[in-house]
């Protein structure tokens, strides 16, 4: 029931230009010294591995050159939250790590309420072993290195297991792993998911999976199987709900067209995922019902995320960080442009189609193809729509309430099709290059130049960037510590939402030193454990206020009951201080409404500032 016999390092065919065959080179020109012996220089198959993983590398910087200029003053463009409230995830771990924090819930952000981390993708698998470069470099830095790293590592890991067991011709690997690693999906999600595009325990969970259906040691399997399983639920769980689907998907295909195989392979893979399942199941007990029981945990995400799904013609269109890219047109083919989780592009969408024909008579080749279009048809959402016009509901109108499947954004299905055609392509290279026909050669040439076609218009860019504003002297400098006590919060003006992360920078530059209000975040909705998830915390008065005068510039008259009710914010938040940039924008119409609810400012380096403490305290 596997994709092929494992074989190991065994060399490619010698003809093979991407195999073992040895490539000479003399050193000794015909002018040299007839006596000097001719040096010699194999091309073993570990420096063609080698070549692999640094062009993968290379390609990795190539796509983030842009941030690594200046990671902490440049983010991609058109939507900035996601790398802020990855970066304060980054320094969470790092009070994991060195102060002992609790690391499935903090309330150092939306205080009083807190933040259920298990249930945010709290990427506590990556941010743990980031911590040094968290404290030698900063958070921003961590952000992109866990970006480039995420992109080479999943080609590589891809590249590994399609080399050592699926297909004997390295290009054929190489070819897989680079479109699994670099394929328009993961290159808009390079924008902001760190957590999504590192896939590099994804190729071993699959694997492992394929090895228990003729395993001869179930048990031991199935607790490898397991320990890869735990760590990937502390980078990303809806990948890995992914990853399961797809493989219960894959091997049901099989099954319908060789029912012979499951006579063998029932009673392995039976054995060997319920030995994964106790103990996997063990492991992420306590912090699997933190997510689901624990303070602030939500059931289901909001019906605007809920109903993200891909338009058909997608599938048809370039990726906006590609070579043929174009935001403008692709801008009502996908929920945002992190999203972009199908766009291969006509001649790549015509690739795949004519690999399954010409090798529809094998059995992987046809479960491939079924398990890529299931999951294509689930990523259309509840709503099948071409070029933004409504069609008919999608089968994912009947799914989309399960358990489970209710957390889902049904677009990103369309990361599975991108491993299935993946694999389709590493495939088909390894079949037009074991051809031993007369016309070997031609073959070969036909099929470097259909690869061309399907890949150079989505061949990756680097990614779009912006600047940012920096973090406040004020708070570099350490000067809020003058003032903040540690049961105390500092509320930025406007208060931190989905719309304005830029106060989670500066907490995650101290390493979230200081507690402040309102974040980026899924929590229950009014903050009610239990209850629908929803973006940010409780509804703050204050804070929709305060957010209205930063994006209209209007400075509002505000009346007694409004004073009174952002005092009474003010201290259920037990605020500090009140700290606004000078720099930010409406900075001047912002000063005056603020001061209309709690007094005067005064400048203190770079940002006006109240003291607030008198008008928060339990006396007051």
Known sequence: MTLAEPHGDSPPDADTPTGSASVTTATATADADPDRPVVRRRWTPRRQEVAVYGAFLLAALWVTSRIWVDPAGRVATLYSSDPAQVQYFLAHSVRV????????YTDRFNYPDGVNLMANTAILALGIPMVPVTLLFGPAVSFVTLVTLGLAGTAAAWYRMLSRHVVR??????????FCGFSPAMLAHANWHPNIISQFLLPFIVWRVLVLTRSTRPVRDGALLALLVTVQAFINEEILLFTAL????????????????????????GTGLAVCALLAGALLAYPLWVQFAGPMAYHGLSDAV???GNDVAAFFAPGSPTVGGNERANVNLAPNYSEENAFFGWSLSLLAVGIVIWLRREVVVRALAVTGVFFAVLSLGERVTWWDRDLFTGPWELLVRLPLLDAVVPTRFGLITTVV?????????????????AERRTVRTLAVAGLVLALLPIAPMPL???????????????RWRQYVGPDQTLVPVPVPSMGNTNPM??????????RIPGGYFLAPRNGVTGDPGRFGGRRSGVGELLAEVAATGRTPKLDDRQRR????????????????PLNQQNAEPLRRTVEQLVGPARQELDVWLWDVRTLTSHSA
């Open 306 to 308: 809920r109903d993200y």
């Open 505 to 514: 920078r500066w907490a995650a530059s101290t390493d979230l030193d200081f």
């Open 565 to 580: 009710r952002f005092l009474d914010e003010l201290r259920y938040w037990r605020a500090a201080i009140v700290v606004l």
């Open 97 to 104: 790590v060195l102060h002992g924090d609790f690391p499935f």
């Open 169 to 178: 011709t390295r290009l054929a690997a190489a070819v897989g792993g680079w």
């Open 246 to 269: 797809a493989c219960a998907v894959f091997l049901l295909a099989v099954v319908a067209q060789q029912r012979q195989r499951w006579a063998a392979a029932w009673r392995p893979l």
């Open 421 to 437: 055609i993946g694999m389709l392509l590493a495939l088909a290279v390894e079949r037009a290059w074991s051809l031993r026909t």
């Open 464 to 478: 779009q960037v912006t600047t940012r504003p920096a973090v406040p002297r004020f708070i570099t400098a350490d």
